[in-house]
């Protein structure tokens, strides 16, 4: 099955599709080719206005007499449902973002597990009851924060629906999700299978549209409680600008420029496979990156040179075609980003040892050959700042706390990885790795139930596991006065 085009002129707000009011039908692009492919529709601000008001009437309609259960049920079906779509989701979002079908159909496949570990957590929602004086009984509870505004980057789209959509209906919020402009489709697909489900209406709303106007409306809108973000460091501090009205909780996924330490006393064969996987995986287009190879001396040669002879093994193709391995980037700003960073990195001295060029001959699409710079030192633009593109840069380092030192010279903190076969040393450096994940002899390890998130500039809160939970609920303290006596505290 190949879906030649794809149009979806409507929004899905309030359970049902709806033509936008102040938005437009927008063509989209499929990077693989360059030309368009799908419509989608956007919404303006007017949208967003429809799409809260339907989220705050579900939040207080039937959806909050649903019980813990009720939700976990849900969510089964939910899940069971997805899992019927798996082929066509992914081929939807191949086409859309560019990343390769195999990919894609690894990814999606996984979703309904996510849906599923959730409809298990829905039931583990608890309070605590507090013993204090005799006579006072305190307990707290914990409630839904309420409307949640998801904002979406285009990079990974349908992880980024379950990593939020999942823990929404564990906890009974309801949610709008604000996909990237660049990537509405296979979003929109999912609209499709909350209709399926029998999920309330309004408790999911699917609108795409521009960031700073779509996206800037959602956050500033005083009839949403919080806001679930994964995108640029950049746009959340904007996003913390915008939600300070009314102090909206906020957790947020931003990028990474993760350390990639090889020990010379690393299985150098996995590690190699490591390095070029994490390198160039997506097109590069992941926050978890390994874009910083650090190496130790004694091996810093042979890395590089092993590392080059993959980078140009690496099939690059058409997202669709199922032997590729690395696809275009989503679209053509990235790309002219990720040629900028070609230029500056020879520019500031590093050596272009393989790549470092568009791919043209692979037609209008999106391509950039996968590029390994040498003699990198970690001071440079190309070694501190969020490439998105398949682009590793090798930093040479001599002993543990040199390494640790580089790994740690970034304002950012997401993952992190090394590869050494000496236990102590393992357990040494993943302690003072300055990030949210640690991968030691393995890199990319993703699992519904492990906590997610970033240090530093990467991120607030965290995202899977039962950690992301906390991001969608209230605690509420009641105390309450058993005894029959209040004593009158002006009497006294
Ligand atoms: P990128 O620059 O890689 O596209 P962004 O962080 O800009 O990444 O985009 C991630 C998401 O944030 C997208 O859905 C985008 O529309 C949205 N966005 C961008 N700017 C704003 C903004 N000012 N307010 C709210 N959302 C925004």
């Known amino acids: 099955m190949t879906i030649d085009t794809y149009r979806q002129n409507q929004l899905f707000i309030g359970g049902e599709w709806v033509n936008p009011i102040d938005g437009e039908v927008v063509p989209s692009i499929d990077p693989s080719t360059g030309k368009e492919w799908a419509y989608a529709a956007w919404g303006g601000p007017k949208d967003i206005d429809r799409a809260v008001t339907a989220a705050n009437e579900a939040l207080r309609g039937p959806w909050s007499k649903f019980t813990p259960n009720d939700r976990a049920n849900l969510l089964r079906r939910f899940a069971s449902l997805y899992e019927k779509h798996v082929e066509r989701l992914a081929e939807l979002e191949s086409r859309d973002n560019g990343l390769p079908i195999r ?43 309420g409307v949640v505004g998801a904002i979406l980057p285009w990079n990974a789209p349908l992880q980024m629906v379950v990593w939020k959509l999942a823990p929404v209906l564990a906890t009974g919020c309801t949610i709008i999700i604000k996909t990237a402009e660049q990537t509405p489709i296979s979003s929109y697909e999912v609209a499709k299978i909350v209709q399926e489900a029998g999920i309330p209406k309004g408790v999911v709303n699917i609108v795409t549209g521009l960031g700073p106007v779509a996206g800037a409306h959602l956050v500033s809108h005083p009839h949403v409680n919080k806001i679930a973000f994964t995108g640029e460091h950049r746009t959340a501090q904007e996003i913390m600008k915008g939600a300070s009205a009314n102090l909206k909780r ?203 998130g970033g240090f530093k500039i990467s991120g607030i809160g965290r995202e899977n596991g039962p950690e992301s939970l906390e991001g969608y609920l209230e605690t509420k303290a009641v105390y309450m006065n058993l005894s029959g006596n209040y004593a009158d505290y002006y009497a006294q």
């Not at 999606?108 to 849906?115: C, D, K, N, P, Q």
């Not at 978890?288 to 092993?306: H, P």
């Open 103 to 145: 990919d894609t159909k690894a990814g999606v496949g996984m979703h309904a597990t996510w849906y599923n570990y959730y409809a298990g957590l829905a039931n583990s929602i608890e309070g605590r009851q507090v013993p204090m004086d005799a006579g006072m009984h305190i307990y707290t509870t914990r409630t839904p924060v």
């Open 250 to 452: 906020l957790s947020f996924e931003c990028g990474g420029k993760s350390p990639h330490i090889i020990f010379d006393d690393a299985n150098l064969e996995q590690a190699m496979n490591a390095a070029t996987h994490s390198g160039f995986t997506g097109c590069g287009q992941s926050c978890a990156l390994g874009s910083r190879l650090i190496v130790q001396s004694t091996i810093y040669d042979k890395v590089v040179a092993e590392l080059a002879a993959r980078a140009q093994k690496v099939r690059i193709g058409q997202a669709l075609d199922p032997k590729t391995q690395m696809g275009p980037h989503t679209h053509q700003e990235q790309l002219q980003k990720t040629l900028k960073y070609f230029e500056l990195g020879q520019q500031e001295g590093a050596k272009l040892v393989t790549g470092g060029k568009r791919l043209t001959e692979l037609g209008d699409g999106f391509f950039v050959a996968p590029t390994v710079f040498a003699n990198v030192n970690n001071k440079m633009r190309i070694a501190q700042e969020e490439i998105f593109g398949p682009v590793v840069s090798v930093i040479p380092f001599k002993d543990e706390d040199e390494a640790v030192a580089i790994a740690n010279d970034t304002i950012y903190g997401l993952t992190g990885a090394l590869w050494s076969q000496n236990l102590g040393r393992a357990h040494r450096v993943a302690a003072q790795i300055e990030a949210g994940t640690v991968w030691v002899n393995t890199y990319r390890y993703l699992r519904w139930s492990v906590p997610y």
